[in-house]
């Protein structure tokens, strides 16, 4: 199999992504003392690890090499001080976050020509808009009842 060099760098960004996805929301469920919400950051967690699992066999798929320790640069894709943050600010930071993976899955699968990655790309598309969708339905819940996230139900 001829490795698609350019195709295989754009998999490993949106690995990197997913990867820190996945520690934000669990940074993000020690914050709050409502399980619901908890349950509800740890369930994005786990399916952000799943995303990087997929995307690693897709990396493996395109490039013919299997994608290894992934290394990051300094400086890249930090994640906020989430201690000093609001649930609310976490809540939109991971809502922007999730709108900039549906854009990127979106032009992956646009730019793709095998038609199983294009349509494992369009998958994402439609996952990363369901975990945004369900982070503005925890926003508007935060909005609604001040004090939900800390509520021990």
Known sequence: MRANIETGDTLIEAIKA???????????????????????????????????????RLYWAQTGTEV?????RAGEFELPDIDGMSMMEVITFAMEKEKEAVQNYAR??????????????????????????MLEAELARIKQTPGWEDQEV
């Open 18 to 56: 997913e990867m820190l996805a996945r520690e934000f929301y669990l940074a993000a469920s020690k914050k709050v003392k409502n399980p619901l919400v908890r349950r509800r950051l740890l369930t994005l967690a786990d399916d952000e690890l799943e995303h990087r699992t997929t995307l690693s």
């Open 68 to 72: 290894g320790d992934i290394e990051f």
């Open 108 to 133: 992956m699968a646009d730019e793709e020509k095998d038609p199983r990655s294009k349509s494992f790309l369009e998958y994402l598309v439609d996952f990363e808009q369901g975990h945004y969708d």
